[in-house]
């Protein structure tokens, strides 16, 4: 049971491929969130789900980036046209969204390295 | 917009040294406030959380963080650190009233303790 889990733990890749992470969230909770944390720093907020629809996808850099979540339950990040400085470990994290007085739970992280 | 800082990036500590990690948060509103700990090679989990209520708000492990409203702050403290508290610490905020429910995080505290 069951934490968030995310998948690849590792993916290398090169300059200008196109890349998905998945995340599976804590079973029944409906809030998803993704984050990127790069080295030396602390997560920085992309993208929030409720339910199905991105309720504040403020956070993502540009449009090579995009998230979905099309039942609500797994959520995949995709990333276009990857560059060098997209390297980072990509955190998701589930609440059960019971209001403003949430916590977000995280999963053990992708570390994505571009070539 | 919201900030947290996090004033010590480094913290080196003996065993059964007290503790006293910085958070400071700028925000105008109502704010939830957590702490994050990463132990080595494993995911963020929550050490502990402010809602509302009490101020001085006691986690797991013997942590306790106090909030001070007027300082804008939510310092980390432990009487009596362990060699099994190395890891790096987070704070971070969450905004009430018009931040969604996204988290920014300080950019970490790396503690280690000396036997």
């Known amino acids: 049971g069951a934490g968030v889990s995310q998948t690849p733990s590792n993916k290398v890749t090169e300059k200008g491929k196109y890349v998905e992470l998945r995340c599976d969230p804590i079973s029944g909770h409906t809030a998803l969130y993704w984050y990127r944390q790069s080295l030396g720093q602390g997560p920085e907020f992309l993208i929030y789900?409720?339910?199905?629809?991105?309720?504040?996808d403020s956070g993502l850099p540009n449009d090579r980036f995009f998230a979905v979540r099309p039942e609500g339950s797994v959520s995949t990040l995709k990333i276009q046209r990857t560059e060098r400085g997209d390297s980072a470990v990509y955190l998701c994290?589930?609440?059960?969204?019971?209001?403003?007085?949430?916590?977000?739970?995280f999963g053990p992280g992708t570390r994505l390295l571009v070539l | 917009a919201q900030s947290v800082s996090q004033h010590n990036h480094h913290v080196i500590l003996s065993e059964a040294a007290s503790l006293e990690l910085g958070c400071n948060y700028s925000?105008?509103?109502?704010?939830?406030l957590f702490w994050y700990v990463q132990y080595p090679g494993q995911h963020l989990q929550l050490l502990l959380k402010?809602?509302?209520?009490?101020?001085l708000v006691k986690g797991i492990k013997g942590f306790e963080a106090e909030f001070i409203k007027s300082k804008f702050s939510f310092n980390l403290r432990k009487p009596s650190v362990q060699w099994s508290d190395t890891a790096e610490y987070f704070c971070a905020v969450n905004g009430v009233t018009g931040g969604g429910n996204k988290l920014t995080f300080g950019t970490g505290t790396q503690l280690k303790v000396e036997l």
């Open positions: 925000y105008g509103g109502t704010v939830n």
């Open positions: 994290a589930s609440a059960s969204q019971r209001g403003p007085q949430e916590t977000q739970y």
């Open positions: 402010y809602f509302s209520g009490d101020p």
């Open positions: 789900f409720q339910g199905t629809g991105a309720a504040d």
